[in-house]
């Protein structure tokens, strides 16, 4: 076997993010690959190759495939902020997907709203028993909820668009803008994917702005705990 197929492959959007998980890592190194620099290194005992993607669907789908493509990731992990939508989670709260779908996607008749044609209508996550993460330590966590991330190409900053979201998706108990093109790349590819968000606003709420844009400045350094608890696992 590749040795790059004992490690675990994280993506994040934006640099604050990628700021906030390099903390946890040891033994760092750096390599640029197909105009992406990934960062290799440890978690605990687990190796790890992480990057940063870039926001939205191109950048998340380029950015996963370039990792798969050069790593071999035994499984991939998407971290980060994501925002919330009174489903249960508050802010702060970690949400680790069980599925993830698309909030923006119509391919007409014959497909559902959400599916990309040719793929499922929701994206599983790898919370199963069979999976390679050990969630039973990350779930007894009192910050840590499960649930469908609904995933797009859009900030989702008003009370009409979030609302628009849960008309695709009610049960939906977050949204992002990555971890669906993610998801399908890594289902296209066989890779076990798993989301792991952290809720940084509500959108539509009255100081919906000022909790995105002050969430890294109020956020303890401990946010990121969830996945060095999940990799440790």
């Given amino acids: 076997m590749n040795e790059n197929n004992m490690k675990t492959g994280i993506i994040v959007a934006m640099e604050s993010e990628l700021d906030a998980l390099l903390r946890v890592f040891s033994e760092p190194r750096v390599e640029e690959r197909s105009g992406f620099v990934f960062h290799t290194g440890r978690v605990g005992e687990t190796d790890v190759v992480a990057m940063r993607c870039g926001i939205g669907k191109v950048n998340a789908a380029m950015g996963a495939m370039a990792m798969i493509q050069h790593y071999e990731p035994a499984a991939v992990v998407n971290t980060g902020i994501a925002g919330g939508t009174g489903r249960g989670p508050g802010i702060l709260d970690v949400v680790v997907a069980d599925e993830v779908a698309y909030h923006d996607v119509w391919c007409g008749p014959g497909n559902e709203r959400g599916q990309v044609q040719g793929c499922p209508v929701k994206f599983a996550c790898a919370v199963g028993p069979d999976a390679p993460f ?59 994917f798993l989301a792991v968000r952290v809720i940084s606003d509500y959108p539509g709420s009255e100081d919906h702005i000022s909790q995105y844009l002050n969430f890294w400045n109020d956020a303890p350094r401990s946010t990121f705990a969830i996945l060095s608890l999940l990799l440790n696992r």
């Fill in 134 to 192: 050990d969630l039973v330590a990350v779930m007894a966590r009192p910050e840590v909820r499960r649930g469908l991330i609904a995933s797009g190409d859009m900030f989702v900053d008003t009370a009409e668009e979030l609302a628009r979201v849960l008309s695709v998706w009610p049960e939906a108990v977050a949204v992002d803008m990555e971890s669906g093109a993610i998801a399908q790349v890594c289902h296209a590819n066989r890779v076990p």
